[in-house]
């Protein structure tokens, strides 16, 4: 891949890129770690590895699994170690380390955010309850669980449960420092031939309204949802909490308002109705597993993007690709075999620009694998370029203070650019990023051009260098939004993944141009097509000092069978 882009490279608008984001799963080590037997540096460096493997793909945002089943991937007075992250259930780290704060860390510092996914109802993977860790919440209520299939479920009727596994999720939303809450389509288990979910006690003692039996399970679910999103958001507003549901809500030959498809149902198979969480506003995103191809005819993935844009409901909607189906020998769906089928998914996603918000691949092996040269081509083209994160006006829609004292030296080797962060805004929240855009007097940019981009990562209140070529006295300064954090949450911040190194060195003979600067947080940037901001334009030429010491950050001006998915998530 060039370090290089051509002359005039700055000057082509890039089409509307959404969201780049990407499952890790460390259930049964699919993504990370790798191992069981890592240690802890072992661990650290491998994750590094796989976020700068991402970066460069403009991924902008992980799902990180977090709680594979009922176990921690965190220090946890709730539940035991995972043995996906030490060898046994309920062994620390040794030497001990709390894994979370640093994949926390290490995704912010390449300005990604960070989604904590919870899979809230699976409580192992098998029934072998010996192997179990002493604290497992089975050995001290086994009146919650189920047996199905091989694996022990919490029982989503049960009041207690539901309680129990808000308190879990809570517990890390208050502790740490994490931009989501996910779910991901595992609710009431995908049902399996000979089995039976044995929950008739529970339907017997807690459904005071008489309800049907897949009606009780589904207002169980419910429950949940509504219950998790009034007390996430109560706990910190900015967390956003969303969920990805199996790919086909109804048929319409089920149901008027279903899809015009002929697949399995979530509504009626895991009793989870994401259309009623839509138009209730209990999550903030649906992120729906479309795994099928163009051409699968069951469930045509133009006809479900289609659908799901329809009832979106005006919260954000990100489309599930099925990444790890062009490393599948299957035969029902020959054409994940193409390697344009990906990123054909991605073009059509665009079709839908004001609706679809960007695009979720599971799962990161799957993408670092570069199957059919697939990550080559999104890197190349659907996202060359970088994209802010869209907007979620209903958690937060005051936007940060302009920044002050910028300045502008020039040296030998390059110009540098200093400024300082704006007061806090009216609800207390202070920008945690910022954007910076090169271009040249005949462009009109927007925060949504991201080909004008520079190669800018580090903390918010800086100092960037650029090339003898950008011209100093020329520099603009204004703020915008892209991450919600009240500065008593917020030490530190960084700059988005959009800032990518493929475009250092872009220091060429284009000529002088203006350089902006533009800090923004969740919740406040412009949406995709929106009217760019009315820019602050200096009144008189800056001096050439910097003010207050403010930190230094520097831009580099050189060039530099049943498959385990299935098993486990039941995809289909």
Same mark, same amino acid.
């Given at each position: 891949?060039?370090?290089?882009?051509?002359?005039?490279? =700055?000057?082509?608008?890039?089409?509307?890129?959404?969201?780049?984001?990407?499952?890790?799963?460390?259930?049964?080590?699919?993504?990370?770690?790798?191992?069981?037997?890592? *240690?802890?540096?072992?661990?650290?460096?491998?994750?590094? +590895?796989?976020?700068?493997?991402?970066?460069?793909?403009?991924?902008?945002?992980?799902?990180?699994?977090?709680?594979?089943?009922?176990? /921690?991937?965190?220090?946890?007075?709730?539940?035991?170690?995972?043995?996906?992250?030490?060898?046994?259930?309920?062994? /620390?780290? !040794?030497?001990?380390?709390?894994?979370?704060?640093?994949?926390?860390?290490?995704?912010?510092?390449?300005?990604?955010?960070?989604?904590?996914?919870?899979?809230?109802?699976?409580?192992?993977?098998? *029934?072998?309850?010996?192997?179990?860790?002493?604290?497992?919440?089975?050995?001290?209520?086994?009146?919650?669980?189920?047996?199905?299939?091989?694996?022990?479920?919490?029982?989503?009727?049960?009041?207690?449960?539901?309680?129990?596994?808000?308190?879990?999720?809570?517990?890390?939303?208050?502790?740490?420092?994490?931009?989501?809450?996910?779910?991901?389509?595992?609710?009431?288990?995908?049902?399996?031939?000979?089995?039976?979910?044995?929950?008739?006690?529970?339907?017997?003692?807690?459904?005071? @309204? &008489?309800?049907?039996? !897949?009606?009780?399970?589904?207002?169980?679910?419910?429950?949940?949802?509504?219950?998790?999103?009034?007390?996430?958001?109560?706990?910190?507003?900015?967390?956003?909490?969303?969920?990805?549901?199996?790919?086909?809500?109804?048929?319409?030959?089920?149901?008027?308002?279903?899809?015009?498809? $002929?697949?399995?149902?979530?509504?009626?198979?895991?009793?989870? @109705? !994401?259309?009623?969480?839509?138009?209730?506003?209990?999550? @903030?995103?649906?992120?729906?597993?479309?795994?099928?191809?163009?051409?699968?005819?069951?469930?045509?993935?133009?006809?479900?993007?289609?659908?799901? /844009?329809?009832?979106?409901?005006?919260?954000?909607?990100?489309?599930?690709?099925?990444?790890?189906?062009?490393?599948?020998?299957?035969?029902?769906?020959?054409?994940?075999?193409?390697?344009?089928?990906?990123? +054909?998914?991605?073009?059509?996603?665009?079709?839908?620009?004001?609706?679809?918000?960007?695009?979720?691949?599971?799962?990161?092996?799957?993408?670092?694998?570069?199957?059919?040269?697939?990550?080559?081509?999104?890197?190349?083209?659907?996202? +060359?370029?970088?994209?802010?994160?869209?907007?979620?006006?209903?958690?937060?829609?005051?936007?940060?203070?302009?920044?002050?004292?910028?300045?502008?030296?020039?040296? %030998?080797?390059?110009?540098?650019?200093?400024?300082?962060?704006?007061?806090?805004? %009216?609800?207390?929240?202070?920008?945690?990023?910022?954007?910076?855009?090169?271009?040249?007097?005949?462009?009109?940019?927007?925060?949504?051009?991201?080909?004008?981009?520079?190669?800018?990562?580090?903390?918010?209140?800086?100092?960037? $260098?650029? =090339?003898?070529?950008?011209?100093?006295? +020329?520099?603009?300064?204004?703020?915008?939004?892209?991450?919600?954090?009240?500065?008593?949450?917020?030490?530190?911040?960084?700059?988005?993944?959009?800032?990518?190194?493929?475009?250092?060195?872009? =220091?060429?003979?284009?000529?002088?141009?203006?350089?902006?600067?533009?800090?923004?947080?969740?919740?406040?940037?412009?949406?995709?097509?929106?009217? &760019?901001? %009315?820019?602050?334009?200096?009144?008189?030429?800056?001096?050439?000092?910097?003010?207050?010491?403010?930190?230094?950050?520097?831009?580099?001006?050189?060039?530099?069978?049943?498959?385990?998915?299935?098993?486990?998530?039941?995809?289909?």
């Amino acid at each position: 891949m060039p370090s290089r882009q051509p002359a005039g490279w =700055c000057r082509r608008r890039a089409a509307q890129a959404g969201v780049a984001r990407v499952w890790i799963a460390t259930v049964e080590n699919i993504d990370w770690p790798s191992s069981r037997s890592l *240690t802890p540096e072992q661990q650290r460096r491998e994750y590094r +590895r796989m976020l700068d493997d991402h970066q460069r793909s403009g991924i902008n945002a992980l799902f990180v699994q977090v709680r594979p089943a009922s176990d /921690a991937f965190y220090q946890s007075s709730l539940e035991p170690w995972s043995k996906w992250l030490t060898g046994q259930q309920g062994k /620390a780290p !040794a030497p001990y380390y709390d894994p979370l704060p640093f994949l926390i860390e290490e995704a912010h510092n390449r300005g990604m955010e960070f989604h904590a996914w919870f899979n809230p109802y699976r409580a192992t993977m098998d *029934t072998v309850t010996r192997r179990l860790a002493p604290n497992h919440p089975y050995r001290k209520h086994p009146e919650w669980f189920l047996r199905y299939s091989g694996k022990l479920l919490y029982n989503p009727g049960l009041p207690e449960v539901r309680n129990y596994i808000s308190e879990v999720i809570l517990d890390v939303v208050r502790r740490y420092d994490i931009d989501g809450v996910h779910f991901d389509d595992y609710f009431y288990p995908y049902p399996e031939a000979g089995q039976v979910i044995h929950d008739e006690d529970a339907f017997a003692r807690f459904n005071p @309204d &008489g309800l049907k039996l !897949a009606d009780w399970r589904r207002q169980n679910v419910n429950t949940l949802i509504h219950e998790l999103h009034d007390t996430i958001h109560h706990t910190k507003r900015w967390v956003k909490f969303g969920i990805s549901p199996f790919g086909v809500w109804r048929n319409q030959s089920t149901d008027p308002n279903g899809s015009a498809t $002929k697949a399995f149902q979530g509504y009626d198979g895991l009793y989870a @109705d !994401a259309l009623e969480w839509l138009r209730q506003g209990w999550v @903030d995103y649906v992120l729906p597993q479309l795994y099928w191809s163009t051409g699968f005819r069951v469930a045509q993935y133009p006809v479900l993007v289609e659908w799901w /844009a329809r009832n979106s409901n005006g919260r954000h909607l990100y489309i599930g690709h099925g990444a790890y189906r062009m490393s599948e020998s299957t035969k029902s769906d020959t054409v994940w075999r193409n390697p344009r089928e990906l990123p +054909r998914q991605v073009r059509l996603n665009r079709t839908f620009p004001t609706e679809v918000s960007g695009s979720v691949f599971f799962s990161s092996k799957s993408l670092m694998a570069n199957v059919l040269h697939t990550t080559d081509s999104l890197r190349q083209h659907e996202f +060359r370029y970088p994209a802010l994160v869209p907007t979620m006006p209903w958690l937060d829609a005051v936007p940060p203070r302009p920044a002050q004292n910028l300045t502008v030296a020039t040296e %030998a080797a390059a110009n540098t650019l200093t400024w300082q962060p704006g007061p806090a805004a %009216a609800d207390g929240d202070q920008a945690a990023y910022y954007a910076l855009y090169r271009f040249a007097d005949d462009q009109t940019p927007t925060p949504m051009t991201p080909a004008i981009c520079l190669p800018y990562s580090g903390p918010a209140w800086p100092q960037a $260098k650029f =090339c003898r070529h950008y011209s100093p006295l +020329r520099a603009r300064l204004r703020l915008l939004s892209h991450r919600l954090r009240p500065p008593a949450q917020r030490k530190s911040a960084y700059l988005g993944a959009h800032y990518w190194p493929r475009h250092r060195g872009n =220091c060429g003979p284009n000529g002088p141009a203006r350089i902006r600067a533009v800090a923004c947080r969740t919740g406040s940037c412009p949406q995709p097509n929106a009217p &760019g901001p %009315a820019y602050a334009t200096p009144t008189a030429p800056r001096p050439t000092t910097t003010v207050n010491s403010p930190t230094k950050v520097k831009v580099k001006t050189k060039p530099k069978r049943r498959g385990l998915f299935e098993r486990i998530f039941g995809r289909r």
